[in-house]
């Protein structure tokens, strides 16, 4: 069994449990998945962590994690590409169709948009930080 967070076009939130991602996939694809706050059929999994046993070993705590790498990682991504805040997916499938010359970007985008852009190929990657804000 799998628990899935799901989201509907009227962008309500919920939970379901499925036998499998291929069972999610097919009941969806038949309509048979709907939203319990208003009925709707056009429902989508979202981004979730997965549930993780707890472990017999410590586990450093996050404030004790090398923050170095990441802060790097920042400063390379800040550095190198251009911040678009909120227009990430419009400039992404943009430059995928051609419209504005290829650049390395960064900014945010919803889950639903997200996943548009990697069903139409379009290559992306989620940072694992917050970017610093900029204006556009």
């Not at 430059?95 to 992306?124: C, F, N, Q, W």
Request: charged share 25%; net charge negative.
């Amino acid at each position: 069994m799998i628990r899935y967070t799901l989201t509907c076009a009227n962008d309500h939130s919920f939970e379901s449990w499925f036998q499998s991602a291929a069972a999610f996939d097919s009941l969806a694809q038949a309509g048979m998945v709907t939203c319990p706050e208003c009925g709707g059929s056009d429902v989508a999994k979202r981004l979730m962590a997965p549930a993780v046993q707890k472990s017999a070993m410590p586990v450093r705590p996050l404030s004790d994690a090398p923050k170095e790498p990441l802060e790097k990682l920042r400063a390379e991504v800040e550095a190198n590409a251009d911040y678009v805040g909120s227009n990430f997916a419009t400039e992404a499938r943009a430059m995928h169709d051609g419209d504005r010359p290829e650049r390395a970007i960064y900014g945010e985008s919803t889950a639903k948009d997200t996943k548009k852009l990697i069903e139409d190929g379009i290559p992306v990657l989620p940072l694992p930080f917050v970017p610093t804000k900029r204006s556009n």
